[in-house]
């Protein structure tokens, strides 16, 4: 149950909700829930089917959520933005030359045969 109520918990900081926000709309106390995400208290199915619900998820889901799957998503996110802004750099870095080449063109101008 600790491992489930760890995803839990993960799953609220990410929607930014704070415990009694999630209290509220399970209808249950907010040391209740704090026992969820403890791992303290069993959660049967229907208080699970209410959880999933509220994060969007099937039970499925949520029972086989892995943040380590999400760490990995946001690596291979980063890698890309990463790259992306590698191109992009390299990029200006030829237009700061064409902009260099045609300032000294026209401070020098090429005698007209």
Do not use: C
């Amino acid at each position: 149950m600790k491992s489930l109520g760890k995803k839990i918990r993960l799953l609220r900081h990410q929607k930014g909700w704070s415990q009694e926000d999630v209290a509220k709309q399970l209808d249950i106390s907010i040391p209740a829930f704090s026992k969820i995400e403890t791992g303290i208290t069993d959660i049967n199915l229907s208080r699970l089917e209410q959880i999933s619900k509220l994060y969007e998820m099937t039970i499925v889901q949520l029972l086989t959520f892995n943040d380590a799957e999400q760490e990995q998503k946001s690596a291979s996110e980063i890698e890309s933005i990463q790259k992306k802004l590698v191109e992009r750099e390299a990029e200006v870095i030829d237009l700061q030359k064409k902009v260099i080449e045609l300032y000294e063109e026209l401070r020098h101008p090429k005698a007209m045969a």
